[in-house]
């Protein structure tokens, strides 16, 4: 099953999941990046069939790799999908290798955090342009 993501509709599943992991006492920080990012910083109006998630946000503000999504987090995903008619994997960990090669230099410092309950999902703010 593909279903296809309008801003309006990534920001509603993300607030569903916000309200259900709070509702289960729970929180996490999450980094978004690629067409979900670009979605919500109205950059892009075309839909994304996903979130990509680049890793969780740490306490000290750095991005933290994950090999999995925590248990408890991908079982709520999977139940916002259920309920919203998407694919189990539509907030996922596709981009995640790419911590391997390491983050732009103040990638960090530039991340804007959308609350959602028990959800936050920061997004990255572009870099100055810069030539040579």
């Known amino acids: 099953m593909t279903a296809?993501?309008?801003?309006?509709d990534l920001g509603r599943?993300?607030?569903?999941?916000?309200?259900?992991l709070s509702s289960r006492g729970l929180h996490y920080e999450v980094v978004?990046?690629?067409?979900?990012?670009?979605?919500l910083r109205d950059l892009v109006a075309r839909p994304?069939?996903?979130?990509?998630?680049?890793g969780m946000r740490l306490a000290s503000g750095?991005?933290?790799r994950l090999h999995?999504?925590?248990?408890?987090?991908?079982?709520?995903?999977?139940?916002?999908?259920r309920a919203h008619g998407l694919p189990d994997?539509?907030?996922?960990?596709?981009?995640?290798?790419?911590?391997?090669?390491?983050?732009?230099?103040?990638?960090?410092?530039?991340l804007d955090p959308l609350d959602a309950g028990g959800l936050v999902a920061a997004c990255g703010r572009p870099s100055p342009l810069r030539v040579g």
């Open 62 to 64: 750095q991005v933290g």
């Open 68 to 81: 999995e999504l925590p248990e408890p987090l991908a079982t709520a995903i999977a139940d916002v999908a």
């Open 13 to 20: 599943v993300l607030a569903a999941l916000g309200e259900l």
């Open 32 to 39: 978004l990046v690629g067409g979900a990012d670009l979605l």
């Open 48 to 54: 994304t069939n996903d979130a990509d998630v680049l």
């Open 89 to 110: 994997d539509w907030l996922n960990l596709g981009p995640a290798s790419l911590l391997d090669l390491g983050l732009p230099p103040g990638f960090e410092a530039r």
């Open 4 to 8: 296809m993501l309008l801003r309006d």
